[in-house]
């Protein structure tokens, strides 16, 4: 079955600091991939996505790429804020097929100022 | 526009109760998705709609969960009798036919405790 696997976390770093998360997946077929994002109390919102090989996903200064040969989507950004401080799922859907979303199990990101 | 809405968004209740959750989707959207979420299980998907029709409640835990959506526009979930153990955020989600990859928009959740 379709599964994603994450970077454990947590991960605690400092503001302006350089952020990857792992973020890997096993599917039949050819998904669509996502990163969504909780910040403390809410619900998730889609970060970004891609949605075929070799796309870039980008949004708030983050990004992935979608990369078919080693089945992985890390989420990078160059300079991180206080603000960035959330959980980060990584999640995967099968493009027309039952619609479900395959979620990580997520990585708490916390940035220090 | 109204994104997803729950209520209530806290709920505390007594073991045994009954419990009904509440979900209004996004206009328009035709999917509707229950999740949990704790933290020992993290996220997890436990039934979702399409076209109001069940499509899969494989992660419904076991017969003490129920849902419903008699409209388009409006979704229950319903724990009875409720105990501890299902203490947890559930989130709403609907998603609109129209994008093929299936992005979904997320209500605010509600917190259920379960004394």
């Known amino acids: 079955g379709n599964s994603v696997t994450q970077m454990e976390g947590p991960v605690t770093l400092s503001e302006e600091a350089f952020l990857t998360i792992n973020c890997t997946y096993t599917?039949?077929?050819?998904?669509?991939l996502f990163w969504y994002v909780q910040y403390p109390g809410e619900g998730l919102q889609l970060l970004l996505k891609?949605?075929?090989?070799?796309d870039k996903g980008s949004n708030k200064g983050f990004e992935a790429t979608y990369r078919k040969e080693t089945t992985s989507f890390h989420l990078e950004k160059g300079s991180v804020q206080v603000s960035d401080s959330a959980v980060y799922f990584c999640?995967?859907?099968?493009?027309?097929?039952?619609?479900?979303?395959?979620f990580g199990q997520g990585t708490r990101l916390t940035i220090n100022p | 526009d109204a994104g997803v809405i729950q209520s209530p968004r806290h709920e505390v209740t007594e073991m045994g109760q009954e419990v009904t959750l509440r979900c209004k989707p996004i206009?328009?959207?035709?999917?509707l998705f229950w999740y949990r979420q704790t933290m020992m299980r993290g996220l997890e998907l436990l039934i979702y709609?399409?076209?109001?029709?069940?499509?899969?409640d494989s992660g419904m835990p076991e017969d003490r969960f129920s849902a419903k959506m008699p409209n388009a526009s409006f979704s229950t979930l319903k724990i009875q009798p409720s105990e501890p153990r299902d203490s947890a955020v559930y989130f709403c989600?609907?998603?609109?036919?129209?994008?093929?990859?299936?992005?979904?928009?997320f209500g605010p959740g509600t917190r259920l405790t379960v004394l």
């Open positions: 989600a609907s998603s609109s036919p129209g994008t093929y990859y299936n992005e979904q928009f």
């Open positions: 599917a039949t077929g050819y998904p669509s």
């Open positions: 891609a949605t075929k090989a070799d």
């Open positions: 999640a995967l859907s099968e493009r027309g097929g039952a619609q479900k979303l395959v």
């Open positions: 206009s328009g959207h035709n999917s």
């Open positions: 709609f399409n076209n109001n029709v069940p499509i899969d």
